[in-house]
């Protein structure tokens, strides 16, 4: 199992650029996690799927969309980057949200520098 | 909402102990969790503890009070690999069971 994979590692937009940050998972997980982390601010959660179709928002949504058409798939999608948007992005899974299956799976993130 | 506080920075010498504590306020309460993040990589899962008490794995435990609202994690026999970032999540109805991420604290492991 490949596990949480994210695409692309690193990546600089000009400020107005728009690009999909790709995240899919294997371990066939009904929930679906997209964080971003700032230098000393821990992890901040941007958008969160429950399953094929049904996402929400989480703490910290502006500037971002989701979708998710499959289990597997999970993008994030920055319409016009602003150099707040500078920061890694992690994309992570779980099986549910019950228990031990809260247990969240990371993939290895992308570092976004806006400029 | 949920408050989760751990100390930003810790340092330690090799071979030593160190307890990493995580204090939290929540309703719903609906388990605690730490992960371990070394520089520049992904967080990987350390301890899932939802009843009070200790939980061991080899050099590395954590300990729950939910009357307190209080955790630790403690590292025994400190190498210098465990030089990390350790984060505190809770997970509470109030947020959908998504585990709330407190800073994290940075150790570092020094000879």
């Known amino acids: 199992n490949a596990g949480v994979t994210q695409t692309p590692k690193f990546r600089i937009l000009k400020i107005g650029q728009s690009m999909t940050l790709q995240c899919a998972q294997d371990?066939?997980?009904?929930?679906m996690y997209w964080y971003r982390q700032d230098p000393g601010m821990g992890l901040k959660l941007i958008y969160y799927s429950v399953g094929a179709g049904i996402t929400d928002k989480g703490e910290v949504p502006n500037g971002y969309n989701v979708s998710r058409s499959t289990t597997e798939d999970f993008p994030l999608r920055l319409e016009l980057a602003a150099p707040s948007q500078t920061s890694v992005y992690f994309c992570?899974?779980?099986?549910?949200?019950?228990?031990?299956?809260?247990?969240?799976?990371f993939g290895p993130g992308t570092r976004l520098t806006v400029l | 909402g949920q408050n989760i506080d751990q100390p930003t920075e810790m340092t330690a010498t090799e071979g030593a102990i160190v307890q990493i504590n995580c204090t939290y306020q929540t309703s719903g309460f609906n388990g605690l969790f730490w992960y371990q993040q070394h520089a520049g990589e992904a967080p990987t899962f350390l301890f899932y503890n939802v009843l009070d008490g200790l939980e061991e794995k080899g050099r590395f435990s954590s300990f729950l009070s939910r009357s307190k609202g209080y955790s630790y994690l403690l590292l025994k026999e400190l190498q210098m690999k465990d030089s990390a970032s350790y984060l505190c999540?809770?997970?509470?109805?109030?947020?959908?069971?998504?585990?709330?991420f407190g800073r994290g604290t940075s150790l570092i492991v020094h000879p």
């Open positions: 992570a899974s779980s099986y549910g949200t019950s228990g031990a299956y809260n247990e969240q799976f």
């Open positions: 371990m066939n997980h009904n929930y």
């Open positions: 999540a809770v997970s509470a109805s109030g947020g959908s069971y998504i585990p709330t």
